[in-house]
């Protein structure tokens, strides 16, 4: 059983930058898409970025430019580095594994962290 555990999140005002990070247990990390998803108050849980095992990174219209996702296998971990944060970037953050191809749907995600909550100030 994969476990994903999600830190670096919090307040910001707009205009700043955070890190994510998400570690994962297990021995097969490097052959796992992984994905950062969010989801507002009232809202649906959404794409943010992903990458697969050996592909090119994914990002939803509204963070390109923005946000940056990466990974470091050596450390089973993903990271999401969020830069010119908005307001509407506000939501828990969750970190998603699969070993199934990458796709930007969460119903194909195996593992989930338990969320970070981020929080970006006008």
């Known amino acids: 059983q994969v476990q994903l555990v999600e830190s670096g999140g919090g307040l910001v005002q707009a205009g700043g930058s955070l890190r994510l990070s998400c570690t994962a247990s297990g021995r097969t990390f490097s052959t796992y898409a992984m994905s950062w998803f969010r989801q507002a108050p009232g809202k649906e849980r959404e794409f943010v970025a992903g990458?697969?095992?050996?592909?090119?990174?994914y990002y939803r219209d509204s963070v390109k430019g923005r946000f940056t996702i990466s990974r470091d296998n050596a450390k089973n971990t993903v990271y999401l580095q969020m830069n010119s944060l908005k307001p509407e970037d506000t939501a828990v953050y969750y970190c998603?594994?699969?070993?199934?191809?990458?796709?930007?749907?969460?119903?194909?995600?195996?593992?989930w962290g338990q969320g970070i909550q981020v929080t970006v100030s006008s």
């Open positions: 998603a594994g699969t070993q199934r191809s990458f796709r930007v749907y969460p119903e194909i995600y195996d593992y």
């Open positions: 990458l697969g095992s050996g592909g090119s990174p």
